[in-house]
């Protein structure tokens, strides 16, 4: 939902298609009007024409964009270029907002800077179906839970390149609500401050990362990818909780569902997967200062491939949660294992040989040995053969 305030406008000797207005705009996060600029103009351009930035002409400014006048959808696209600047130094306002690209609308980055500062600000928004591609150029915010990228709605972006960044408390350099979805293959996206999270992700909104770089920060925390409902699939790229004792690589919470298929993930604890939340590792390499993969409450973590380690415990199971491995050649017998703590080896389903150290740190979390296909197909002549024997028994005995 857009929500604008009533706003004067001020026709630009620009272009008459250009509305330069002194007013609010809309918080993607909060969904809900901005307090009144206090000093940067917001310009509108709804034109359905492409407009090239390369300078810093709109430094001071705030950019809305808008469908043209035509039938839908007439796309409004802006090419930030190098060289440009746009509100830079950003206008320090709570629920700010450098670009925001509404409906059909296109963005471009592949050079200069946009920036943000204020409590909840965004360097770069976007909601409705606008799309966004990032292949170079600065995003960044400063402000309590800012962002330097924001989606909502079905808005898209692919980022190749560039680096998009928040500075703050509580922040999210990439924050993702809605049904919205980004594929990323290239980049640095990265937080400073206490609390700060790379990537966040809520409602159903989705992420594939095949490449680039994801690091949080903190003092106590700070985590790389962060899903609290939605799906990410990770095949590559680096993935890093900040320094803190309670960093973590990728948290999974409340009703997420991640992939790890490749890449390679850090932190304290480097995966956690906790509430409802479901991870499955098919491959990369997970390293934790403390903890390799956790999963905790009922959280749901399934391992088939990869190399997990950490240096307290490989594995570690918390409250009612399952961790399940699933593999051949156990060194344990297969199901549950009724160890609160100690090691196990085998075969990953995708043929890594492993030894993890494991902790049930309650005797209620479940850490289980599962079979894998293979292992059931070498015991079914052994399993046919005695159902024919029996059949065999049952009909002498008839």
Known sequence: MVVRSAQSVVRSNRTPTIRRRLGTVLSVVALAAAPAATSAAVITFDDGSPHDI????????????QDGPGAAPDV???????????NTPPTD???????????????????????????TSMALAAVGQSVIDVTGGALSSIGIGSSGLALADTATATISNGTISADGFS???????????????????????????????????????????LTGSGTFGGTGLEVSSGNATVTGGTIAGGAGSLSQGIDAI??????????????????????????????GMITGDSYGVQTSLSGQANIRGGQISGSLFDIRA??????????????????????????????????????????????????????????????LPSLLALAGSRSVRTKCRG
């Not at 306002?93 to 409590?119: F, K, P, T, Y």
């Open 171 to 213: 922040v999210g350099a990439l924050t993702l609500r809605g049904d919205s979805h980004v594929e990323m293959t290239g980049g640095t996206i990265s937080t400073t401050g206490d609390s700060g999270d790379a990537v966040r992700i809520f409602d159903t909104a989705s992420i594939n990362i095949s490449g680039g770089s």
């Open 93 to 119: 306002q709570d629920n700010s907002i450098g670009v925001h690209a509404q409906e059909n609308s296109a963005v471009n980055v592949s050079g200069g800077q946009i920036g943000a500062r204020g409590g």
């Open 76 to 86: 409004t696209t802006l090419n930030v270029q190098a060289g440009a600047e746009i």
């Open 254 to 283: 409340f009703t997420a569902d991640v992939s790890i298929e490749g890449g390679t993930v850090t932190g304290n604890t480097a995966v956690n997967s906790s509430f409802n939340s479901s991870i499955e590792i098919t491959g």
């Open 54 to 65: 390369n300078d810093a002409t709109h430094a001071a400014d705030m950019l809305v964009l």
């Open 318 to 379: 918390i409250n009612t949660s399952v961790i399940r491995i699933f593999g051949t050649d156990f060194d344990r017998p297969l199901g549950t294992i009724s160890d609160l703590s100690g090691s196990v080896s085998g075969t990953l389903r995708d043929g890594t040989p492993f030894t993890y150290s494991f902790e049930r740190f309650h005797s209620s979390a479940t850490i289980r040995l599962i079979p894998t296909p293979a292992t059931a197909m070498i015991l």
